[in-house]
């Protein structure tokens, strides 16, 4: 069953992406959710015009994610958590790296970096997806609370 994504779904796909899914899925799920319709012939044509006019919009939005990224870069992140030796009282997630994100001037939504949960002390890396095309890494640093 081929069907045009209203919006993102993660490990599937992006907004405007025609992809296949099984027919369970997609009439269950994603279509009675809002997150797709079916991808009828007049349903494709009108996505091609719609992609068509948005493609210059699209090229600013990628120089800004990619201004965006160089100034993330560039920021050296050090959390600081409570610790017993090497194990952290707690974890480090994506909402705190978005918090250290918020500090320095940048909102960058949890949803859109993927650190995974931190338990220990040490240097990590996160993914964050600002757009489709620009995805990069950050490096940080768990480092113990001073007292």
């Known amino acids: 069953m081929e069907i045009i994504l209203k919006q993102d779904v993660q490990k599937l796909g992006f907004k405007d ?3 296949t899914v099984k027919p369970g899925y997609g009439r269950n799920y994603l279509i009675p959710q809002g997150l797709a319709v079916l991808a009828t012939p007049s349903a494709k044509k009108v996505l091609a015009e719609n992609l068509k006019q948005r493609a210059h919009k ?3 939005l ?3 994610a990619n201004a965006i990224a160089e100034a993330l870069k560039a920021i050296e992140i050090k959390i600081a958590v409570k610790a017993g030796g090497e194990k952290l009282f707690g974890s480090v997630t994506n909402q705190d790296l978005a ?3 918020a500090k320095n001037g940048q909102q960058i939504d949890k949803k859109y970096i993927a650190s995974g949960v931190i338990k220990r002390l040490g240097k990590y890396s996160a993914t964050i997806r600002l757009h489709r095309d620009v995805i990069f890494a950050v490096d940080y640093e768990v480092i113990a609370e001073q007292e």
Do not use: L, P, Q
């Open 58 to 60: 699209e090229a600013k």
């Open 99 to 101: 918090e250290v994100f």
């Open 62 to 64: 990628i120089a800004d």
């Open 17 to 19: 992406d025609v992809v």
